[in-house]
């Protein structure tokens, strides 16, 4: 079970969230996410808040037709969970930083939480958006005809030598789609306003209709990447809320498949980069010690990226000695032919100077924008949520890899060790792998709530359930960490050159598909 | 012309997919299965591309972007809908984001199934569009049918 979290709900009131987000922030807290939940004729609004292994929930129970406070101007890093209550919720957010005006994500149907509002929603009641439009001097507001906010990236006599550049949603350096409006003076990024929601798909609230022993399937499918933490960290969520002891044997697989998930994402990562600042066979060649790790996850799941292997209670599939012994080959020649990539990455002239000083996140930024998994230790904090100890953590040897330059390389670098410390990890949870059952019987329904905290590749996500004693879950959330990186982008972004562009958006790793859901 | 159907050019676009079946498209193009090898390369510009890779079920906020990279994409064109999502809007089916899959917003010529759809299989799905590729090749007007530059100038670049 996972002993981590010293885990507080306190309700307060709607007004409170503000002077509470102040306390927090004086205390070093940091703002980890904001959901929101239905209950009966009003939104409950959970602002949750961690420091090292506490975590705090704050709920406030806000009735339909009431604002709540932005605390934007204290988390910045909330604008993003802000719009995304104006969105899906009906919920109007007063002195938003950053006011999408519900319109965040595009949706089929509006304000999906809450049917009732119609197709009106909260959207059509402002014009579209044009966000971060007032700091960029007067002239970039412009308006048409009828005085609507012209979208940025269509509006012209954008004062003296600016210029708005879109990029993406379709672009050759980018596996997933985002849109970036690039403001640039020059050659020079002034400002980027990210617009995300073309994954938006609402798996969330597919929790509703499946069972939750079956909801496994769609939580894997969050991600394609990470699926099996995804998969983990659902289950974890739901084990604790219904008390279910999971057998150590199925604690340590989950552990080594969520190392080798590890190995796996960065790897690939590794290679996408190299692919951004345009080293075309360095991208080959990660992607083909990539493909080293997939073979063992196929001989042990039968799958190469999407794996089922996770259910409630453990695993499905036991891992026999066989298997341990390719698994055991297949790290060795990782470690041996990622060798000269690793040189390459780190030693080599062209791509040693694209990358050293790039991109610089300071200490004080990272912490501030919310920043998670290797872009914050990269920025010298050393925070690893599997540090709390979930599945077999807490009997393995290891220290989070931390980098002090904050830049794109120091980035890289802890990549790269981190995939070393996952190879020894692996070693060490299979020297001690005890034997016996791999899954605990399920019996009953969830009932209460739980949020669970892992770490992925990308850095700490977080799993919410609720159940209410039947088959189907009330409500299930999960933050991810590209979400949660998205105000450093941002903020990273600011003052580049238009060409490092690409590879900035690629060091944190971005994965929409998990951040939009 | 024999050359567009020996080694053509695909543009992959992710539309509201779960990541899976896009990393086993890459898959598809880097060492292991490397279909690079015969040719066959992965163009970030959709006015270079023959074959439209798509995966994913679609979300409203995509319909767009997906009709937008299809539209600029020179006759004659073949679209691949890549693994279940695409095919029927698999397991997102039911959200209340999701149009249920390619064809929703485009004519889709090959559905490659699969959760995630496997490497051979996108290859296999491949092979497939090149025959449908040729005979779409076929059934244009004599001149669109010399080769893509003329056909692109003929047209203006655009379908
Ligand atoms: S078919 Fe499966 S693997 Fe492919 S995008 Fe859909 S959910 Fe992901």
């Known amino acids: 079970m996972n002993r981590d979290t010293v885990r507080t709900v306190t309700a307060i009131e709607p007004l409170e969230a503000l002077a509470v987000a102040q306390h927090r922030r004086l205390g070093g807290w940091r703002l980890v996410q904001m959901h929101g939940t239905r209950v009966d004729g009003a939104t409950e609004v959970n602002y949750a808040y961690a420091l090292d292994g506490a975590l705090e929930i704050l709920r406030a129970r806000v009735p339909d037709g009431t604002a709540i406070p932005s605390i934007t101007g204290i988390y910045f890093a909330a604008f993003h969970y802000e719009n995304e209550l ?115 798909r609402g798996l969330e609230k597919l929790v509703e209709k499946r069972d939750f022993v079956d909801y496994v399937y769609v939580a894997e499918r969050i991600c394609g990447i990470c699926s099996f933490m995804h998969g983990m960290g659902y289950c974890l969520a739901v084990e604790n809320t219904m008390g279910i002891e999971v057998p150590k044997r199925a604690d340590y697989l989950r552990t080594v498949l969520a190392e080798m998930a590890r190995i796996h994402n960065h790897t690939m990562w590794l290679g996408l980069v190299a692919d951004a600042f345009g080293f075309e066979s360095l991208f080959m060649h990660s992607w083909r010690v990539r493909e080293i790790i997939l073979d063992v996850f196929e001989e042990i799941t039968g799958g190469r990226v999407i794996f089922s292997i996770c259910r409630i209670g453990g695993l499905r599939r036991d891992v026999d000695e066989r298997q341990i012994d390719l698994l055991m080959k297949a790290l060795d020649r990782i470690e041996k032919e990622l060798e000269p990539l690793v040189s390459a990455f780190t030693q080599e002239y062209s791509v040693v100077h694209r990358m050293t000083g790039v991109g610089v996140l300071s200490k004080a930024e990272a912490y501030e924008l919310g920043a998670l998994g290797p872009m914050l230790r990269a920025s010298g904090w050393a925070l690893d949520t599997r540090l709390l100890g979930y599945a077999a953590y807490d009997d393995l040897r290891f220290a989070p890899v931390v980098e002090t330059a904050g830049d794109c390389m120091a980035r890289t670098k802890v990549r790269i060790r981190e995939t070393a410390q996952s190879i020894g990890l692996i070693r060490q949870a299979v020297a001690k792998l005890p034997p016996g059952e791999i899954a605990a019987p399920v019996k009953g329904t969830p009932n209460g709530e739980f949020m669970a905290r892992v770490e992925q590749p990308r850095g700490e996500a977080i799993y919410y359930v609720r159940g209410n004693g039947t088959r189907f879950l009330e409500r299930f959330r999960v933050r991810t960490p590209t979400f949660a990186n998205v105000p450093a982008l941002v903020k990273t972004l600011q003052g580049c050159q238009l060409a490092d562009v690409p590879m900035l958006v690629l060091t944190i790793d971005p994965c929409i598909s998990c951040t939009e859901r | 012309m024999a050359f567009l159907k020996r080694s053509p050019w695909m543009i992959h676009y992710d539309g509201s997919s779960c990541n899976g079946c896009d990393i086993e498209v890459l898959a598809c193009l880097t060492p292991v299965y490397d279909v690079e090898r015969f040719g066959i390369v992965n163009t970030g510009n959709p006015k270079h591309a023959d074959i439209f890779l798509l995966t994913g079920a679609v979300n409203e906020q995509n319909r767009e972007v997906v009709r937008n990279i299809y539209d600029q994409m020179p006759e004659p064109k073949v679209v691949v809908a890549v693994g279940i999502c695409a095919t029927s809007g698999g397991i997102f089916r039911e959200c209340y984001n999701i149009l249920g899959g390619a064809d929703k917003v485009l004519p889709v010529d090959v559905y490659v199934p699969g959760c995630a759809a496997r490497p051979e299989s996108i290859i296999d799905g491949v092979v497939k569009a090149l025959a449908v590729l040729e005979e779409k090749r076929r059934a244009l007007p004599p001149r669109a049918r010399r080769g893509r530059r003329a056909e692109a100038s003929a047209q203006g670049g655009n379908a």
């Open chain 1, 86 to 200: 104006q969105d899906l919720f009906g919920l109007k957010v007063t002195d938003l930083a950053v006011d999408y005006k519900g319109h965040f994500y595009k949706l089929k149907q509006t304000t999906p939480y809450r049917p009732d509002l119609g197709v009106e929603g909260i959207g059509s009641v402002e014009a579209p958006r044009v966000p971060m439009a007032e700091d960029a001097e007067p002239a970039a507001t412009p308006r048409d005809a009828h005085g609507r906010p012209v979208p940025a990236r269509i509006a012209e006599g954008i004062t003296g030598n600016r210029t708005i550049v879109p990029f993406g949603p379709q672009h050759p350096v980018l596996p997933e789609p985002i849109h970036l409006d690039l403001v640039l003076e020059d050659e020079k990024v002034v400002e980027a306003i990210p617009s995300i929601g073309f994954i938006h």
